[in-house]
């Protein structure tokens, strides 16, 4: 089993900056890729940023390419996602999840997700 534990949302302006942390725990050594997703109010949820637990490449969502940036600290089991020049469509309760093979769109574990609310 992989805990995941999401923080760091907030209110902030448009225009604002927020980090987001993942906190992994438990069998960390099975994660191959941790992705943020999020979700807004009345819509789906949508993919916004993954990173290969080894090796590091990363992967975005045309949506937010320059402005996050997702990064990794292996040592603290943590995944963050840097959020520059937020804009009110950023609103959204921000999940990350764990892939623990390469199968696409499989998801094995899901943190409790962090609110993120950008006001105009």
């Known amino acids: 089993q992989v805990q995941l534990v999401e923080s760091g949302g907030g209110l902030v302006q448009a225009g604002g900056s927020l980090r987001l942390s993942c906190a992994a725990s438990?069998?960390?050594?099975?994660?191959?890729?941790i992705n943020w997703f999020r979700q807004a109010p009345g819509k789906e949820r949508e993919f916004v940023a993954a990173i290969r637990w080894s090796g590091g490449s990363t992967y975005y969502a045309d949506s937010v390419k320059g402005r996050f940036t997702i990064s990794r600290d292996n040592g603290k089991n943590t995944v963050y996602l840097q959020m520059n020049s937020l804009k009110p469509e950023d609103t959204a309760v921000y999940y990350c999840?764990?892939?623990?093979?390469?199968?696409?769109?499989?998801?094995?574990?899901w943190g409790q997700g962090t609110q993120v609310t950008v006001s105009s």
């Open positions: 999840a764990a892939a623990t093979t390469a199968i696409p769109r499989r998801y094995d574990y």
């Open positions: 438990g069998r960390t050594f099975s994660i191959y890729a």
